[in-house]
């Protein structure tokens, strides 16, 4: 049997990825699915332009408000498993990537993004559900707010400083999302442009790294997904440390593409690995040709939702030359 869940921030199924898909049946009782959409146009918002827009995102984000987010921890050693680690490697990979938080709908939560080398030197990779949504019932799209990026965030600590989002690059396509078709999922891919930290430093020099970006990389090849998961799907790992959103997490194994079914119609090229990441992970990179000794691979895609055919995938878009590069090219330049 294959389903589908979400373990980001769809709100398909919630924060958590508890709620059940929904489905709109017609008279006839068979599913109306609208057409493949064609790569549309860019969609960009400002987050926080002014000076005073960034220091209230900057205010708004209190420590006791981010420890907030954090799930209780059980005080138990953690699991190195392939399908879901920490990560303890002090390199690239562990300054690039951070935590992104921002306000959806009014409620506050986390994804994860990832520092890449771009011409402005301040733009992250992440899913576009992290920088736009829907509500429950797929209606009232709305930009998330109050979106500050955290690089190498480690229990409640910002060892680079803290990076107010100044603009939000996605799909106008993803716009249409209703959260119930499986076809917008091609384009749950998105870019936040940052403000210099407090320092006056741009992101990329305040990590002193980046990762590469990657168009059109075939998707069956050996992965490492990397993200602040705050939940798992694997029960006897629930409360770790890297799963209550206070580390960095990370799987590694081949990717599989997840198959469309009558039941669930999925675009192509929607890649992952074995991986029990949940909630928080969403917008993490899904590296090729990743080395483990300096931390730097290519980022070819970003963590969207959950594929379970047997076992659990972390899956999602694998970033092309068609959506993917309009994006990074407006936000690099923005």
């Given at each position: 049997?294959?389903?589908?869940?979400?373990?980001?921030?769809?709100?398909?199924?919630?924060?958590?990825?508890?709620?059940?898909?929904?489905?709109?049946?017609?008279?006839?009782?068979?599913?109306?699915?609208?057409?493949?959409?064609?790569?549309?146009?860019v969609?960009?918002?400002?987050v926080?332009?002014?000076?005073?827009?960034?220091?209230?995102?900057?205010?708004?984000?209190?420590?006791?408000?981010?420890a907030?987010?954090?799930?209780p921890?059980?005080?138990?050693?953690?699991?190195?498993?392939p399908?879901?680690?920490?990560?303890?490697?002090?390199?690239?990979?562990?300054?690039t990537?951070?935590?992104?938080?921002?306000?959806?709908?009014?409620?506050?939560?986390?994804?994860?993004?990832?520092?890449?080398?771009?011409?402005?030197?301040?733009?992250?990779?992440?899913?576009?559900?992290?920088?736009?949504?829907?509500?429950?019932?797929?209606?009232?799209?709305?930009?998330?707010?109050?979106?500050?990026?955290?690089?190498?965030?480690?229990?409640?600590?910002?060892?680079?400083?803290?990076?107010?989002?100044?603009?939000?690059?996605?799909?106008?396509?993803?716009?249409?999302?209703?959260?119930?078709?499986?076809?917008?999922?091609?384009?749950?891919?998105?870019?936040?442009?940052?403000?210099?930290?407090?320092?006056?430093?741009?992101?990329?020099?305040?990590?002193?790294?980046?990762?590469?970006i990657?168009?059109?990389?075939?998707?069956?090849?050996?992965?490492?997904?990397?993200?602040?998961?705050?939940?798992?799907?694997?029960?006897?790992?629930?409360?770790?440390?890297?799963?209550?959103?206070?580390?960095?997490?990370?799987?590694?194994?081949?990717?599989?593409?997840?198959?469309?079914?009558?039941?669930?119609?999925?675009?192509?090229?929607?890649?992952?690995?074995?991986?029990?990441?949940?909630?928080?992970?969403?917008?993490?990179p899904?590296?090729?040709?990743?080395?483990?000794?300096?931390?730097?691979?290519?980022?070819?895609?970003?963590?969207?939702?959950?594929?379970?055919?047997?076992?659990?995938?972390?899956?999602?878009?694998?970033?092309s030359?068609?959506?993917?590069?309009?994006?990074?090219?407006?936000?690099?330049?923005?």
């Open positions: 049997m294959t389903s589908r869940t979400t373990f980001g921030l769809r709100k398909r199924v919630g924060v958590a990825g508890a709620v059940a898909a929904l489905v709109t049946p017609t008279l006839a009782g068979i599913v109306q699915l609208p057409a493949t959409a064609k790569p549309g146009p969609a960009i918002h400002g926080a332009v002014t000076a005073a827009e960034r220091q209230a995102v900057l205010a708004y984000w209190t420590p006791q408000r981010i907030d987010l954090k799930t921890s059980a005080q138990v050693r953690p699991v190195a498993k399908d879901g680690a920490p990560w303890t490697g002090a390199d690239a990979v562990s300054r990537v951070g935590r992104l938080f921002f306000t959806d709908h009014g409620e506050d939560t986390s994804c994860t993004a990832t520092v890449l080398d771009s011409a402005n030197r301040s733009t992250v990779v992440t899913a576009a559900h992290c920088v736009n949504n829907t509500d429950l019932i797929g209606e009232d799209n709305q930009w998330s707010r109050n979106v500050l990026f955290i690089p190498g965030y480690r229990d409640g600590r910002a060892p680079y400083g803290r990076f107010v989002g100044r603009l939000s690059v996605a799909p106008s396509t993803w716009l249409l999302n209703d959260q119930i078709e499986s076809l917008y999922d091609s384009y749950d891919q998105a870019f936040v442009v940052l403000h210099p930290n407090s320092a006056g430093r741009r992101v990329q020099d305040a990590v002193g790294a980046a990762q590469r990657g168009y059109d990389v075939p998707g069956a090849r050996m992965v490492h997904q990397f993200g602040y998961p705050r939940s798992s799907s694997d029960e006897t790992r629930e409360g770790l440390p890297e799963y209550i959103g206070e580390r960095l997490a990370f799987c590694v194994g081949p990717a599989v593409e997840q198959q469309s079914t009558e039941e669930w119609p999925e675009p192509p090229g929607q890649w992952g690995t074995a991986c029990v990441m949940g909630g928080g992970s969403s917008g993490g899904r590296f090729a040709n990743f080395d483990r000794h300096t931390g730097l691979g290519t980022v070819v895609g970003d963590n969207s939702h959950g594929y379970l055919p047997r076992k659990r995938y972390l899956v999602g878009p694998q970033f030359t068609a959506i993917t590069r309009p994006l990074f090219e407006r936000a690099q330049h923005s």
